[in-house]
C-alpha cells in the first residue's frame, strides 16, 4: 500500500505541475492577447491625438495669418489716416497764413433778392468773379481764422470717422 500511496502521490504531483503549467500557459496567453488588445488602442488614442493637434497647429497657423494680414493693414491705414490728417493740418495751416498776411479774404455774399425785393438771380456778374451779384462783404480776419479752425477741426473729424469706418469694416470682413 505504501507503494499505491507513494504512486497516487506521485500522480497528484505530476498533476499538480500540469495544472500549474497550464493556468500559467493560460495566464500567459491572456497576457498577450491583453497586452495586445492594449497595444492597438493606445495606437489609435495616439493617432486621434496626433491628427487633432494637427488640426489645432493649422487652425492657431491660420489664426496668426489673419492677425497679422490685420495688423499690416491696420499699419497701412494708420499711415493713409496720418498722410490725409497731416497733408490737411498743412493745407489748413496755409490758409490760416494766407488768411492773416491779408493775401487772402473771406467775404460772404449777401442775399440779392431780399435787398432790392426781385424774385430770381440777377443777370449780370461782377468784374471780379463769376458769382452772381456785386453785394459782397468781407469778413473781419479774426472771425475767418475761427471760421477755418472750425472748418478744420470738422475735416480732421471727418478724417478720424473714415478711418474708424475702414477698421470696423476690415474687422468684420475678418470674421
Known sequence: MKIDA???GGVMLIILALMAGSAWAAWAWQANAYGQQ???KEAAYQT???SLANANSAQILAEQGKRIALEQ??????QVHYRALSDEQTK????????????????????????????????????????HGSHRAQLDPAHAQRIIGITSD???????????????KEISKMR
Open 92 to 131: 489748413q495751416a496755409r490758409l490760416r497764413d494766407r488768411l492773416a498776411t491779408a493775401d487772402l479774404r473771406l467775404s460772404v455774399q449777401f442775399d440779392a433778392t431780399a435787398s432790392s425785393g426781385c424774385d430770381g438771380v440777377q443777370a449780370t456778374t461782377g468784374t471780379g468773379g463769376v458769382v
Open 6 to 8: 507513494v504512486k497516487w
Open 154 to 168: 470738422g475735416d480732421q473729424g471727418l478724417i478720424a470717422l473714415q478711418a474708424c469706418q475702414a477698421y470696423a
Open 38 to 40: 492594449l497595444a492597438v
Open 73 to 78: 493693414w491696420l499699419a497701412a491705414s494708420d
Open 48 to 50: 486621434e491625438r496626433t
